[in-house]
């Protein structure tokens, strides 16, 4: 069974997620800015060495650039979905500090 992915929008969605510019995602990863342009619109296609360059520059694994996106059905579903984005890539301290911060949070109401 075939399953498309549209890879240019997933590079694009993990840029995003970063902060990140097409030139600084395109410095990063030592590739073109233009092309990388061309590659978020779906216009080129790049290369597994293309592919490779990016997630690494992303810090993500080629698994997850090219994962199904995850179906988010309702505003609760949506909101854990971008904390766990946003969590994704933080080390297990960094984990630990934001751990204690959100136990004090709750424990105010």
């Not at 092309?35 to 293309?50: A, D, W």
């Not at 949506?78 to 630990?96: K, R």
Request: aromatic share 6%; net charge neutral.
């Amino acid at each position: 069974m075939y399953c498309a992915i549209d890879i240019g929008s997933r590079i694009r969605y993990f840029r995003k997620l970063k902060g990140w510019s097409q030139e600084t995602l395109a410095l990063q990863a030592e590739i073109n800015p233009a092309f990388l342009g061309h590659l978020e619109r779906g216009l080129k296609s790049p290369t597994v060495k293309t592919l490779e360059k990016i997630a690494c520059a992303l810090d993500i694994s080629m698994a997850e650039l090219f994962a199904k996106p995850k179906p988010v059905s309702g505003e609760k579903d949506a909101i854990l979905t971008e904390l766990h984005d946003l969590l994704q890539g933080l080390s297990v301290n960094n984990l630990n500090k934001i751990a204690i911060i959100l136990q004090n949070i709750l424990s105010l109401e």
